[in-house]
Nanobody, 124 residues
């Protein structure tokens, strides 16, 4: 079993920056990809970005391209989400997730493990 733990959430003014981290623990960890998702009340969980674990290839939703950066440390089993130029629409609970199978990294339903989430609030 794999456990994921996010950290780094908080409140920031629009235009500011935050860095989220996700640490994985448990059995030998070698996922296909790690993803970040976010959710606000009454809405579906939406894809933010992902990184392939072996190659480090990154994927982002259009609205965060150029503002968010995902990186991973395969030795420490951590994945970070660096967020800059934050906007109020970026507010939500951010989740990291891991998947063991190939396929579209944007699909939340294909992820096998999830963290508990961390709140990000961007004030205007």
């Amino acid at each position: 079993q794999v456990q994921l733990m996010e950290s780094g959430g908080g409140t920031v003014q629009a235009g500011g920056s935050l860095k989220l981290s996700c640490a994985a623990s448990g059995r030998t960890f070698s996922p296909y990809a790690m993803g970040w998702f976010r959710q606000t009340p009454g809405k579906e969980r939406e894809f933010v970005g992902a990184i392939s674990w072996s190659a480090g290839k990154t994927y982002y939703r259009d609205s965060v391209k150029g503002r968010f950066t995902i990186s991973r440390d395969s030795f420490k089993n951590t994945v970070d989400l660096q967020m800059s130029s934050l906007k109020p629409v970026d507010t939500g609970v951010y989740y990291c997730a891991a998947r063991n199978t190939l396929g579209m990294v944007e699909l939340a339903s294909r992820y096998d493990y999830w963290g508990q989430g961390t709140q990000v609030t961007v004030s205007s």
